[in-house]
């Protein structure tokens, strides 16, 4: 398989826009201080724009990329773990939502954040031995959703705003 330099270039870009949005929305305050740990998922939005413009095998990897580097250059390593149990199965269903085509850009997001968070959860469940972590599902969806509208949104947006020929790598 012929992999074209534009399409390395171009995947080397939204790689690095997306681990930049992720730092950048570490150092943001809290979305919520009583949730500090709760962002907007800004990179998130990249990852789709990905799958519709190379694909989903390299949306994953740039998600697999963004979610190990951006913890690890913030300085909180153990996030790795989160970020990629929900960064890499939310582009796994953001891929199979965008491939199925009957779904707008804005409820994937909503869907792939929810299960972003949903995820995490599981993980944070798994490494405190602890169910009650669950008990953060009610807040994290609203937020996630509200969140996975707006970066759907933005994936919209941007796929209207971009002229075809940057669609077709």
């Known amino acids: 398989m012929k992999i074209s330099a534009k399409k390395i270039a ?14 950048v929305e570490s150092l943001l305050p809290p979305v919520i201080p009583a949730l500090p740990f709760v962002r907007i998922g800004l990179g998130n939005a990249v990852i789709g724009l990905a799958v519709i413009i190379l694909g989903a095998p390299y949306a994953i ?3 697999v990329i963004k979610s190990v580097a951006v913890p690890l250059i913030v300085g909180n390593p153990i996030m790795a773990i989160y970020s990629l149990a929900g960064g890499v199965s939310s582009a796994v269903l953001t891929a199979i939502l965008i491939d199925i ?7 994937t997001g909503i869907l792939s954040a929810t299960l972003h968070n949903l995820m995490q959860l599981t993980v944070a469940a798994l ?6 972590v669950f008990s953060l599902s009610v807040p994290l ?4 959703a509200i969140a996975g509208f707006g970066t759907g949104t933005v994936q919209y947006l941007l796929i209207k705003a971009l002229p075809e020929k940057a669609l077709r790598l």
């Open 10 to 23: 171009v995947t080397a870009l939204l790689c690095a826009l997306s681990m930049m949005l992720g730092v």
């Open 101 to 107: 085509r009957k779904i707008s850009l804005p409820v």
């Open 127 to 132: 490494m405190t031995s602890t169910a009650e």
């Open 141 to 144: 969806f609203l937020f996630g």
């Open 61 to 63: 990897t740039i998600s």
